[in-house]
């Protein structure tokens, strides 16, 4: 279809990324500046310069300090540097502004600036001054210049002679330059600039300077003019800077820059201005900055797709809207049938045709796009199908016919079908000869003149059917029913079988089975795919006969351990042939071994079998179990060395292989049993004759008979349990045996062996009672017997509880500690040793030792019983230092008895002496012995209130000494 864009602008935003350069020694950063001056009087000069960098991608930052250099214009001598301060404080970012506020403002690109100013001072010169700033280097992007990132910048200003006689301040530009341009979008700018003096201006593109270089990018101070231009790269120029067919120019007059920027990247643009009093120059102002060229895009793009209309199978036609809108709504037209505000429409065309669409988007909002385009409406479709072509046999040929529902709207189709090795004839037409080799489906895609394409499949179903079939008759038959395994194949599946048996029946299942009346010859036909368009059939000879052999069940027999048995085969089948016979184990065989008939005698249960072979070499087996019934009574006692009682246990040890077991026991003449383990009381000890019968009225019984000794040996101890009234009194234990007519000695052990006193080795023994205590006494007799009793020794009234503590538990000679034991009205107390003790008959008296000493309490209840206890008083050696010896700071001789002397403080002072001052450093007080203090006196006069200073040296019992001074306050 044609299309017609009739109204839109198309702006498209390209991403510019100034992309950080590999440096050591210089900078890529520097996008734009200028230099300013403000004559303040009196020969005062603000300087003010500005200077652009990169947000981003601009290394470094600012420079801090900025050096400003001022020259002579005519001997281009150096005359001063003036290194300026940055000020954070003063840092901006420009506008991204553009003409068209419908266009879409970038956000990568980013310029900082910041001004550096300050206040020098020129005096009158009849050269002037050219005050100037200088660093390296630009930004490696510039497409216009050669070598950016080795060009440095220079902003200077030329001051005259006229303009410091009349106190001049140069032009400064009203408008920061604009950061990014739209490629292909007229430029109008107003680059002018204010003269406070109200000078005549003229304003000119010019070439930007070069300054500093990679080697030196921070000159301090900048270079003396005279100053060089950068160098354009062809076919740039000062004459076409951004290139294209409408170059760059301002207005001499005004200021107004304007141009049509066509070619895109980063440009380079220098413009100066010539500041005229009566005709006579008296200043000059360079500014350069780089611009960013990119293509822009709109807020509001008109668009929709109609890609999706082709290959239509009707004239109804969905518009899918992909037009791009901040706000605002949208008007269809549909030439001039139809008109909507829908965003995506669907809309019928009354007929086929050239039509005009057109979208008009972003109605309300400040701005609208719109987008047209010219519809040749057609149908345009394709929907092939085709007919299951009829079934064929193998080796068939058969025509296939496509068809076009919609084949009367195109001009021409082209078919093309696969398999294409199948068809025979009209290949690129709808129909085709192809050849029927086995079930395949055959496809066709068709392409119409719309270049639409539409495909469609058929199967043709090849009926291939063979029949084929297998008699199962068993090699050692023994009936007239004869398997028939249907072999047959066929495509398709699951056809219809029809079986004629001879000229006995028919049949129609899959794999029959047919019952003969008798053995012989027959013929077995069989027709696949009866009544399909392609049946097969077969026709297969065959002999029936019957040569097998069948063997009768012989039942299983149960037999006692020793018995023998006769078994006896019987074949069903006997008249098709002799048989014979082989048993099987034939160890148990004792008679018959060949024959139908055997007389076995095993010796353990087994399973016999016994196989049959005729004269075919046709045979059978059948197993039959023979279980043996094996019985063995015995029986045994528990160990009756050690015995105690005339009660005994029989333990049954008989073995049988039998589920079930009766037992018949019989005590002497004494009585019977038929328990499994029983357990009788005999009347003494003595020789018994005992008898057991295993499987007592069973098939196979056996007896076992013993004779058993019942003896007393055992012994049978007792021990009672004691009591003490105090803990170490003496208690005795008697131990008794209650077989002792039956035992001719004993010897027995006490534990434990240390609270024994005496009797150990005899049936009474005495022993001493500390704490609570379990008593075991073990016997052995003569017959090597052995028993334990065990008895538990108690105390009535425990020791008294006793708990002793010293605080403190370490004291310097001379100092006392308090001693703390258990408070109880009911205790006596006694105190060792008692020669350092305030008191040795109470639960708390004070201790005052001499050396380290262990302290003992006895203490006695109300039941007399005791209990001792100890604790130990350390005796610390002594410290020459403080706190142990120290000098108050601070006492009041007021006469109230408290506090009213300053003494030197400790108890291992052996030597002393302390000097008191006053603040003028007389000596008021001095002592030679610590029992002597000051009492505030001098001269025998009283001292005022006041801080007075001291010295004071020591010597302590260990030799040591002591020196402190400090300060002491005197209080009244």
């Known amino acids: 279809m044609k299309r017609t864009l009739l109204i839109s602008f198309r702006i498209i935003i390209i991403l510019f990324f100034l992309e950080f350069c590999s440096i050591s020694a210089y900078a890529t950063h520097i996008v734009g500046g200028e230099m300013n001056y403000r004559c303040l009087g009196n020969d005062l000069y603000e300087i003010s310069l500005v200077v652009f960098r990169d947000c981003d991608t601009g290394i470094p930052w600012f420079d801090d300090p900025a050096s400003i250099g001022v020259f002579d214009p005519i001997t281009n001598d150096t005359l001063f540097e003036q290194r300026i301060s940055l000020d954070n404080a003063i840092n901006d970012t420009l506008d991204i502004y553009l003409p068209d506020t419908c266009l879409i403002v970038p956000s990568t690109a980013c310029i900082h600036t910041t001004t550096y100013i300050d206040t020098i001072t020129l005096p009158f010169r009849t050269s002037g001054y050219i005050i100037a700033y200088q660093r390296c280097c630009r930004n490696q992007d510039i497409v216009n210049i050669i070598n950016p990132e080795d060009a440095g910048s220079t902003y200077w200003s030329y001051i005259s002679p006229t303009a410091l006689q009349l106190c001049n301040s ?7 330059p604009r950061v990014y341009l739209c490629s292909g979008v007229p430029i109008s700018f107003d680059h002018s600039a204010d003269d406070i003096d109200g000078d005549s201006i003229v304003y000119e593109l010019c070439t930007p300077f070069h300054g500093a270089s990679d ?9 003396p003019p005279p100053y060089t231009n950068i160098n354009w790269l062809s076919p740039y120029g000062l004459n076409n800077m951004f290139g294209g067919a409408d170059p760059l120019v301002i207005d001499p007059v005004t200021g107004l820059l304007t141009g049509t920027p066509q070619n895109m990247g980063v440009f380079l643009v220098g413009v100066c201005l010539n500041e005229y009093r009566n005709g006579i120059l008296i200043s000059s102002t360079h500014r350069d900055f780089q611009h960013i060229v990119g293509t822009c895009d709109r807020m509001t793009i008109a668009e929709f797709d109609t890609t999706g209309l082709s290959c239509n199978t009707d004239l109804i036609f ?8 901040v706000s605002g709504t949208y008007n269809w037209l549909f030439d001039t049938l139809f008109a909507t505000t829908q965003v995506n429409p669907t809309f019928t065309f009354p007929d086929t045709g050239i039509y005009d669409v057109t979208l008009v988007a972003g109605i309300g909002s400040p701005c609208i796009d719109t987008f047209a385009v010219e519809m040749n409406v057609e149908i345009e479709a394709i929907d092939l199908s085709v007919l299951p072509p009829q079934i064929a046999c193998l080796g068939d040929s058969i025509w296939i016919v496509a068809s076009d529902a919609y084949k009367g709207f195109s001009d021409s189709t082209n078919y093309t079908w696969a398999p294409d090795s199948l068809v025979l004839y009209g290949q690129g037409t709808d129909s085709v000869l192809v050849f029927a080799n086995q079930t395949t489906q055959f496809s066709v895609y068709g392409v119409n003149n719309y270049g639409c394409s539409d ?20 090699p050692c038959n023994t009936s007239f029913n004869v398997q028939f395994q249907n072999n047959s194949t066929s495509n398709p599946q699951n056809n219809n079988y029809q079986w004629q048996f001879d000229t006995l029946g028919f049949g129609t299942a899959t794999n029959p089975t047919f019952t003969f009346p008798d053995t012989g010859s027959y013929t077995v036909t069989l027709v696949a795919g009866a009544g399909a368009v392609c049946p097969d059939t077969i026709s297969i000879p065959f002999d029936l006969t019957l040569t097998g052999i069948e063997l009768g069940t012989i039942p299983s027999q149960t037999i006692c351990n020793g018995d023998s048995v006769w078994l006896k085969a019987n074949n069903l089948y006997s008249q098709l042939g002799a048989t014979s016979y082989t048993w099987i184990p034939s160890a148990s065989i004792i008679l018959g071994q060949g024959t139908d008939s055997v007389l076995l005698i095993p010796n353990n249960s087994i399973q016999v079998q016994v196989l049959g072979t005729n004269i075919h070499g046709c045979s059978d087996s059948v197993n039959l179990d023979i279980d043996v019934v094996v019985v063995e009574a015995f029986f045994d006692t528990i160990n009756l060395q050690c015995n105690t009682s ?5 333990l049954n040890t008989s073995t049988n292989n039998l589920p079930v077991s009766n037992y018949q026991w019989q005590f002497d003449t004494l009585g019977y049993g038929t328990a499994t383990n029983p357990t009788f009381t005999f009347p003494d000890t003595g020789l018994y004759n005992i008898n057991l019968i295993a499987d007592f009225e069973g098939i196979c019984p056996d007896t076992f008979n013993m004779n058993v000794y019942i003896p007393l040996h055992g012994l049978d101890l007792d021990v009672d349990d004691v009591q003490v009234i105090c803990k170490e009194d003496t208690v005795l234990l008697t131990v008794g045996n209650s077989l002792d007519t039956y035992t001719d000695y004993v010897n027995y052990q006490w534990y434990p062996d240390g609270a024994i006193i005496s009797g ?7 022993a001493l009672i500390d704490t609570f205590t379990n008593f075991t006494v073990i016997g052995v007799n003569s017959h090597g017997c052995i028993d334990t009793a065990l008895a538990q020794g108690t105390i009535i009234n425990i020791s008294p509880p006793l708990n002793i503590i010293a ?8 100092e006392t500690t308090q001693l703390i034991s258990t408070n109880d009205i009911d205790y006596v107390y006694n105190w060792i040793p008692d020669t350092t003790l305030s008191d040795y008959y109470i639960f708390n008296p004070e201790a005052k030792p001499r050396i380290t000493t262990v302290y003992y309490l006895i203490v006695t209840n109300e039941f007399g019983c005791k209990t ?8 610390r050696e002594p410290i020459c230092g403080l706190p142990m010896v120290f000098v108050p700071n601070a006492f009041t001789p007021d006469g109230d008895g408290y506090n009213d002397v300053l003494m030197v403080n400790g108890n291992n002072i052996t030597q002393v002496t302390i000097s008191v001052y006053n603040r003028w450093g007389q000596k008021v007080f001095e002592s030679n012995d610590q029992n002597i203090g000051w009492d505030g006196k001098f001269n025998g006069n009283d001292l005022p209130p006041d801080v007075y200073g001291y010295y004071m040296k020591c010597t302590c019992d260990n030799g040591s000494d002591l020196f402190v001074k400090g300060n002491i306050t005197l209080l009244r």
């Open 455 to 474: 495909n469609a499949s058929a199967t043709l179903t090849v009926q291939q059917i063979d029949a084929s079939f297998i008699i199962n008759i068993p």
């Open 807 to 814: 605080l403190p538990d370490s004291v310097f000679v001379g």
């Open 318 to 325: 969905p518009f899918n809207n992909t037009s791009q809108v």
């Open 170 to 176: 140069s032009a400064v530009f009203k408008e920061w």
């Open 868 to 875: 001792i206890d100890s604790v130990i008083v350390n005796i």
């Open 215 to 223: 080697v030196l990018p921070i000159p301090q101070p900048p270079n």
């Open 760 to 766: 150990q080795g005899t049936d009474s023994a005495y």
């Open 646 to 650: 005339l009660t005994i246990p029989f």
